[in-house]
Nanobody
Framework: QVHLVESGGGLVQAGGSLRLSCAASERTFSNYRMGWFRQAPGKERDFVAAINWDVGNTYYADSVKGRFTISRDNANTMYLQMNNLKPEDTAIYYC????????????????????WGQGTQVAVSS
């Protein structure tokens, strides 16, 4: 069982920046891919970004390309640097880990991931 803990959320004005962190309870070399999803009030959970842990390939939703950057360290922490934040970025942000490659990962859907954190709130004021 992998435990994921997010941190770094908060309230920021439009145009500001936040950096989210996701710490895993074990070394993440055992995970194939880790990702960030978000869920706004009354909406479905959406894919934000993902990274393949071994080679570092990254994937982004069109809505965040050029503004968000996903990265990881060499141990067990993943990051999401969020710049030029917009009110529509307001949501609970969740990190997730997929232990192995599946075809579902190509669709960037939540069902492809095995473990989830509890989420961290991001609020962007206009």
């Amino acid at each position: 069982q992998v435990h994921l803990v997010e941190s770094g959320g908060g309230l920021v004005q439009a145009g500001g920046s936040l950096r989210l962190s996701c710490a895993a309870s074990e070394r993440t070399f055992s995970n194939y891919r880790m990702g960030w999803f978000r869920q706004a009030p009354g909406k479905e959970r959406d894919f934000v970004a993902a990274i393949n842990w071994d080679v570092g390939n990254t994937y982004y939703a069109d809505s965040v390309k050029g503004r968000f950057t996903i990265s990881r360290d060499n141990a067990n922490t993943m990051y999401l640097q969020m710049n030029n934040l917009k009110p529509e970025d307001t949501a609970i942000y969740y990190c997730a880990a997929a232990r192995r490659w599946t075809a579902q990962l190509m669709r960037n859907i939540g069902a492809a991931y095995d473990y989830w954190g509890q989420g961290t709130q991001v609020a962007v004021s206009s």
